[in-house]
């Protein structure tokens, strides 16, 4: 099955944060799935990283990205213009502009999000955790 990490879960997962709920770890690890990191969860990163917003990561950021992508099988889930466009039909239940555009992509992609905010529920998508 597919599903989208929302930006908490994929830095959870990589720095083996107990934060994470143990049903989360074990679908971001099930060889079965194939999981999503969306564009937005990156960008989102480097900001912060930018900022100096207490993220600390154990490499460089473009080291850093690349490395997860491929050590850990996420693919990479691309902003397009269909993403973009549900945005602008989304309620304004949750304000943060990245968890909007991940929910966009959960709903345009029919792909589960793995998140722990529950804000997620507000909207017709399956949020998983």
Known sequence: MNYLLDTSSFLWFVHDDR????SA????ESSSNEIYL???SI???????????GLALRRPFPEFIDYQLNTNRFE???INVAHLKRI?????HHR????RLLIAQSQVENIPVITSDAAF???EIQRVW
């Open 19 to 22: 934060r994470l709920s143990a």
């Open 25 to 28: 770890a074990d679908l971001i």
């Open 38 to 40: 969306s564009l937005a």
């Open 43 to 53: 960008w989102e990163i480097a900001i912060k990283v930018n900022l100096r917003r």
């Open 76 to 78: 990479l889930l691309e």
């Open 88 to 92: 602008s039909d989304l309620p304004l």
């Open 96 to 99: 943060d502009p990245f968890d």
């Open 121 to 123: 529920d507000s909207y």
